[in-house]
């Protein structure tokens, strides 16, 4: 992988220092008299990129910040590419997810009966955010393989495959969340503005956790293709043990007597959802047949910012982590593919 | 530290050519996690390399010698197994025209998507867009789908965007071998220009002509290893030699080179009696002039054709023909021994003629000739078709089918125009 290093920058290796110092090279005037040699003059003297077995996660991070520009595009071309020819375009984006809302609100609203007051709301609530990690992470598994014809001719940080298959979700995630709050305006289900700040942040941590899982996910993939079908039937799974189409309260009112809420907990997403919909729907409790039920956990503004700050940090570890093995893996990527 | 472009540091690249590998969960685990047998292939062992700034190498190799694979880690496609390469300035790399091209996405798109899947920033593609669409003559397909571009019209549009990434080091794997001729030389035109700007320029091709025209140094590259490296055409002899004595690539696709009939070169026989054709030839040779080491001869060398005929009956007046052919049969030249202006009786028995030819004036290529024994007044008693072959190396720069030699002046004062032109 080659990386863009700026010569002044430090700890850098020895091959770097040595560039460090600037030379004018010999030219004849003819030569400098050509077009923009004085702005490549000033770039040669100061960059040099240095292609090495492995590439540190520190140069990653910075070769990705780098490419950022790369990733705009890339997310365009994907949802450009994938609704050209098409009437609707980009409605289909939000066909599918209508979709699958009206069928959970029939099912759980209408033939179960759960009596949960803007029902609609609180499934959308949790759905947002799962469709985007779900989205985001299913196509980002597979985004090395099927861009290997760039993956094995240029050189690029290809990480941002990844990224923009989880930027694309997020492009997504946002057409939604229009649908959403003409949801909320229509029904008046005013969210819970206090929490709007965390709801930020827990969007930020499923995006870096979807990233980490993507990234990680697509190298592997790579060595072993199964990873793509295994992760379609592990996101059907996860979904469920996510409390969106039913309420926590319910799990919890069997798991809390017995001191085991934590497992539940620990599915990184559930915290987020949870902060989605205490946001979002903003009924912690309702008055469901004439009783006070539970939906929400009672917990105050603290244990939402303790849940979702871990698995900040988790996502962030994890993202770490997706970056060395995706680092460890990219070398023979062009022989794999 | 010199002012290096590119700077190769033992290079190494493994590749494990596993026979089949085990790809899914199922294989894996029915195997036990046990890999198949894997055999390692250095693609690279090595390899050291330093291009200066301005400077224009050519890669020379065979198929399979790593070429690629170097041009691929200096690119950073590929990962060095060992070793590492630094590259100062900017680097584009030209290994498959519109590789990063999406099929759906207009011209005009994709000439931003390539120009940031290069490092290029939207304001800087922005303002060589012009140039980029002015050189790829695409101006009234630019906003059509790449996918209904033709063959040629996809690699203009993709050797255009690479140019006009104003890289400091150019990397061409083998490209320039693409699109129509006039495109080829509108793509060396701009490769020179590169040259002139001071630009590092680093490209694999087979032609060793391109490398002798274009390039500055040469270096061979074989199994891996660099084997040679030199002035370009000292690093094309190399590298045919190499060919030669694996009695591969290059020889074996043109058998004339090896079956160079060192021995006697039978006659036919023929259905014309005998006494219709008193003269027929026994064996010709060829014998080079210079280092007889090698199995070619280089430009300026002299060139030898020993003749061996026999008379049934003391014959005279008997002329020698001579036909020169190129690869691709052309003919060179003919001559024959009426018009040198000699006079031939030959004696009952066997004799020996010499035709030489003096200061071989053909650059590179495989030669044959044909033979012919007759009478003055064309009367025709033997002919060798395939009489022999030479094949000739030009150490030096000049490309084409021949040397001439060439001499230049400078006429600067108008005085001196106006004798030239009254010379004139």
């Not at chain 1, 939000?94 to 009596?115: C, H």
């Not at chain 1, 798991?255 to 620990?266: D, F, N, Q």
Request: hydrophobic share 45%; net charge neutral; with cysteine.
């Amino acid at each position: 992988m080659a990386v863009d290093v700026p010569a002044a920058s430090s700890g850098a290796g020895p091959s770097v220092d040595d560039v460090a110092e600037q030379r004018v090279p010999d030219r004849s005037p003819m030569a400098s008299e050509a077009m923009g040699l004085g702005a490549r003059e000033a770039r040669r003297g100061s960059v040099t990129r240095v292609v090495t077995p492995t590439v540190g996660v520190r140069k990653r991070l910075r070769e990705i910040w780098l490419s950022r520009e790369l990733l705009i595009y890339l997310v365009r071309t994907e949802i450009k590419v994938k609704y050209k020819n098409s009437v609707l375009g980009l409605v289909w984006s939000m066909v599918a997810p209508a979709m699958t809302l009206a069928i959970y609100f029939f099912v759980f609203s209408v033939v179960l009966d759960n009596k949960m007051p803007n029902f609609v709301i609180y499934l959308f609530a949790g759905l947002l955010l799962w469709n985007l990690f779900s989205l985001g992470v299913l196509t980002g598994t597979g985004v090395v393989v099927n861009n290997a014809g760039i993956v094995k001719k240029v050189s690029f940080p290809r990480e941002i495959l990844a990224l923009a298959a989880v930027g694309s979700a997020c492009v997504f995630f946002f057409f939604q969340a229009i649908v959403m709050v003409i949801f909320m305006v229509v029904l008046r289900a005013p969210p819970d503005v206090a929490y709007f700040p965390l709801l930020v942040v827990a969007l930020l941590a499923g995006v870096i956790l979807a990233s980490g899982l993507a990234v990680l996910l697509s190298s592997i993939n790579v060595y072993l293709r199964d990873t793509q079908h295994l992760i379609e039937v592990i996101l059907t799974a996860w979904f469920w043990a996510c409390p969106i189409v039913y309420s926590y309260q319910t799990v919890e009112a069997k798991l809390g007597p017995r001191h085991l809420s934590w497992v539940y907990l620990a599915n990184p997403m559930t915290p987020l959802v949870l902060v989605f919909q205490r946001c979002l729907y903003n009924k912690p409790t309702a008055v469901i047949s004439g009783t006070l039920t539970v939906i929400l956990p009672q917990h105050g503004y603290l244990w939402y910012s303790a849940l979702v700050g871990i698995v900040l940090v988790l996502g962030i570890v994890l993202f770490l982590v997706a970056l060395a093995v995706f680092g460890r893996l990219e070398g023979n990527f062009a022989e794999e593919l | 530290m010199s002012d290096f472009a590119v700077d190769v540091r033992d290079v190494s690249k493994r590749f494990r050519l596993a026979h089949g590998q085990y790809k899914t969960v199922k294989e894996r685990l029915i195997h036990g996690g046990k890999r198949k047998s894997t055999e390692d292939f250095w693609a690279l062992d090595g390899v050291s390399l330093t291009v200066k700034e301005g400077e224009t190498v050519g890669i020379l190799g065979r198929n399979g010698s790593g070429k690629s694979t170097l041009l691929k880690c200096i690119c950073g496609v590929l990962q060095p197994t060992s070793g590492e390469v630094a590259v100062r300035g900017k680097l584009a790399g030209l290994l498959e025209l519109g590789a990063g091209f999406q099929q759906d996405l207009t011209g005009r798109e994709n000439i931003y998507l390539n120009g940031s899947l290069m490092g290029m920033a939207k304001r800087d593609v922005d303002k060589v867009f012009d140039a980029i669409v002015d050189f790829s003559e695409l101006e009234e397909f630019i906003d059509g789908p790449v996918k209904f571009y033709s063959s040629g019209m996809y690699v203009r549009l993709g050797f255009a965007v690479a140019v006009n990434m104003d890289p400091d080091v150019l990397v061409i794997d083998e490209v320039l071998a693409v699109g129509d001729e006039r495109f080829q030389r509108k793509c060396i035109g701009r490769v020179k220009e590169f040259q002139k700007e001071g630009r590092t320029i680093l490209l694999v091709t087979h032609a060793a002509d391109t490398v002798r025209s274009i390039c500055d140094r040469g270096v061979v590259l074989s199994h891996g290893h660099l084997v040679g490296e030199g002035e370009p055409g000292e690093a094309t002899r190399i590298f045919r030699e190499g060919l030669m004595a694996e009695g591969a690539g290059m020889a074996v696709a043109d058998p004339t080179l090896v079956a160079v009939p060192a021995v006697p070169t039978s006659v036919s026989a023929d259905s014309v009696p005998d006494d219709e054709r008193p003269v027929r030839f026994r064996s010709v040779h060829r014998v080079y002039s210079g280092d007889n080491t090698v199995p070619y001869m280089s430009t300026g060398d002299d060139l030898t054709i020993r003749v061996e005929f026999e008379a049934l009956h003391p014959t005279p007046d008997v002329v020698f023909s001579l036909e020169v052919r190129d690869i691709d049969n052309n003919l060179v030249m003919r001559t024959d021994t009426s018009i040198i202006g000699m006079v031939i009786d030959a004696p009952r028995g066997v004799s020996v003629m010499h035709f030489g030819i003096v200061k071989m004036p053909l650059l590179d290529g495989k030669f044959s000739f044909a033979m012919g024994i007759q009478s003055r007044d064309g009367l025709l008693y033997d002919w060798q078709e395939n009489a022999g072959t030479f094949a000739v190396m030009y150490p030096g720069k000049a490309a084409g089918i021949m040397r001439m030699d060439v001499h230049a002046a400078l006429i600067s004062t108008e005085s001196e125009l106006d004798s030239s032109a009254a010379l004139a």
